[in-house]
Each structure stands twice: as structure tokens, then as C-alpha cells.
């Protein structure tokens, strides 16, 4: 090595901080911002500087060249370009901090080369305490040469991109045939297929009337036993039918006698109790209530009151709340919790006034009596039972 070089060495490696962007050797520095920085790069700090660009040359060659030049010498903008080149590749030069030796930064700059990843790999040699000037200049001729294989593949790519346009020109002429020859192969296509279609057509008809023969001499053979089998299977079906309609019979039958029953008792219980305020006898045996509180919540105002007068003579009170018609469903508590039975008549009462009493009731531990209907009848023969345990369940409205 002669004493110029080995001078410049050991001037290049006095520093032991990282060399910024004007550290570098004056002519290096189009390299570095050509690689290193993209072209938004550097059009952002243009705009941060406020840069005007003369209209004799494209904007892009100036902003490259100004930036060229003030990064030689440790000013702001240098400063600038060098605080977005270590942002930039901040990975890259916190991955490279244990390196310490050249032949190491050779070994990650030509395994950077290999894996094509050449602009942060640049800026890390560059700017490396410990990176030898033969090795700089190693990289920097490879980043040279690169940039000139880039622009000769791209002027390859251009040439290219012509001869695609050419061709696209040409493309609706030979789309235009291939069309014509596509449309000539599907019309022989579909003139085969009607062929084949009308080949199946003639053998369904030879299998259809081949069928039919052989069914027409199964008949002539047995014809008693088919006329035996369909009126069999008539008569299967007429069976089945009858027994689902006799089914629906039995179950209207055993409602309606239910509600026969049911309807005996409601009047026993209206000629008992008629026959008692006719007589003015005393009260006794069921219908002496003792003083019983029922509340009556449902049913129209005009059976409300003749209840009320028949509860009075059998020794009970009652109390009715027209389920939210004139008094509010709210008023309900209060009303529950003041009586001793509750009355519900299934076929005259809300929903919402049917769970508000169940829901009352259970929390009070107070017994409800739903009754079949609000008329009188019903209501006489539900407090027949009124002495006796209520059950809770009740059926839906």
C-alpha cells in the first residue's frame, strides 16, 4: 500500500461515531442519495426547504442535483438528509452495531448483494465506524455499475413495452379471427349435439314402446290380480283415512263431554245458590265463606256486581278489578295483598293482568281460582271449591 493510501486509511477510520452524510468522500454522495433515497424522499424535503425548480430542466434532475451538492458540507439540509437516511434504516444500523471488524461488513454486504437488499445495506457500510476505505470503494464502484445495468434493463424494459403497445394493436385483429374459427367449431358442435339429442329421442321411443309391451302382456296374463291389488290398495287408503277422522271424533267427544260435565256442576251450583236467596235460609255448608276477602279481577262490570251481592249473602266480601279498563294494573299489589283469594275467569282477562296476579300470588303466598268463564254459573261453581286447597297452574288465555 503506498503512503497516500495508507494515509487516506487511517484518516477515514479516526472517527469512532458513525460518519454522517458530508463525512463522506466528495463524489460519493450521488450515489449514496440515488440509492439510498427515493425520489418522494426527496421531493418531501424539497417541499419542507420550499424549493422552486426552473422549468428548463425536469424538476426531479434539479432536486437530485441540489441535494448532491449541499451534502458535502455539514449544513442543514445535509443535516436533514442525514437524520431521514438513519430513520430510514434505523433496523438495519442497530443490527450492525456489534460489527467491529472489515471482514465481517464484507460478509453482510455481500450476503445484502445476494439478497438484492442494496439501499440500507449501502448506507450501514458507509456510514460504519469500523469500515475500511478499500471496502468503501469496493461497494461504491458495485452501486455505480448497479445503477448503470438498472438503466440499461430499463431502457430494455422500454423497448419492450413498445413492442407490447405493436402487438396490442394487432391483438383485436387475431381476437377477431379466433373468434370466427371458435363460432365455426361451437356451430359444428351443436350440430353434432342435435344429432346425438334426436339418436337418445328415437331410443326412448323403441324402450317406451318396449315397456309398454311387456306391460301389456303382463295384464293379458293376470289381469284379475292387478284389479285385485288396486282395489286392495283403495281400500288401505279409505281405512287409513276413516281412523284419523275416528281419532279427531274421540278427542272432540271426550272434550265436549268434559265440558258437559263441567257445565252439570256450574248449574247445580246456580240452583243452589238461587234457591238459597230465594228462601232467605241461613247460610251454611259450602257456601258460608266465614268472612272470606275474594278479589275478582277480569270479567265485565255487570257480572261483577251480581257476584258481589251473591258473595254478601253467603257470608264473604269481594272486591273486582276490571283489568285495567278503569283502574291501573299497578293498583293490583295492593289489591292482592288485601284479600284472601283471587278469582281469574279465563275467557274475559289480559295476559298482562294474568301474570301480574300468578306473579302477585306466589310472592304474597296468596291462592288464585281460575274459573272457565266470567258468567255466573261458573263463578258459583268455582267457589264451591274455594275451602278447599286452589290449584296454582293455570291455562293459557
Known sequence: MCQVCGQRERDYKTSGKRRPIWGLPRGWHCSVIGTCLSLGDLRG?????????????????????????????????????????????????????????????????????????????????????????????????????????????????????????????????????????NIERLQKKNQEIQKLQQQAGELRSRSELIDRKAEDAIQCSAPDTLLLETEWGHLREKVAASAGVIAELKLS???????????????????????????????????????????????????????????????????????????????????????????????CISHDAVNTVKRLCRQSAKPYKPIRSSGIASFVSGLKGTLDPVSQPMSAQ
Not at 451534502?71 to 438495519?92: C, F, G, H, I, Q
Not at 272470606?292 to 253467603?314: D, F, K, M, N, T
Open 45 to 181: 424535503l424539497a417541499r419542507m426547504l420550499s424549493l422552486k425548480s426552473k422549468s428548463v430542466f425536469p424538476a426531479d434532475y434539479q432536486i437530485h442535483e441540489f441535494f448532491t451538492q449541499q451534502a458535502s458540507e455539514p449544513n442543514k439540509t445535509a443535516k436533514m438528509l442525514n437524520r431521514l437516511l438513519n430513520r430510514r434504516y434505523a433496523t438495519a444500523v442497530r443490527k450492525s452495531r456489534p460489527l467491529k471488524t472489515t471482514e465481517e461488513l464484507e460478509r453482510v454486504w455481500t450476503e445484502a448483494l445476494e439478497a438484492g437488499d442494496i439501499p440500507s445495506s449501502c448506507w450501514v457500510l458507509l456510514s460504519h465506524p469500523c469500515v475500511s476505505y478499500d471496502l468503501l470503494e469496493r461497494a461504491c464502484a458495485k452501486v455505480h455499475m448497479i445503477s448503470h445495468i438498472v438503466g440499461a434493463s430499463n431502457r430494455a424494459d422500454i423497448r419492450k413495452i413498445q413492442s407490447l403497445e405493436e402487438e396490442q394493436v394487432r391483438s383485436p385483429k387475431n381476437l377477431l379471427r379466433q373468434r370466427r374459427r
Open 253 to 347: 267427544n271426550k272434550r265436549y263431554a268434559e265440558l258437559v260435565d263441567a257445565l252439570h256442576k256450574e248449574n247445580e251450583s246456580l240452583e243452589l245458590a238461587s234457591l238459597r236467596v230465594e228462601t232467605t235460609e241461613c247460610v251454611d255448608g259450602p257456601f258460608d265463606l266465614e268472612g272470606c276477602h275474594i278479589l275478582y279481577v277480569g270479567a265485565r262490570p255487570q257480572i261483577a256486581h251480581r257476584s258481589r251481592s251473591l258473595v254478601e249473602v253467603w257470608n264473604g266480601a269481594l272486591n273486582h278489578h276490571d283489568d285495567g279498563l278503569e283502574r291501573s294494573i299497578s293498583e293490583l299489589a295492593r289489591a292482592v295483598a288485601t284479600t284472601d283469594i283471587v278469582v281469574i275467569p279465563t275467557d
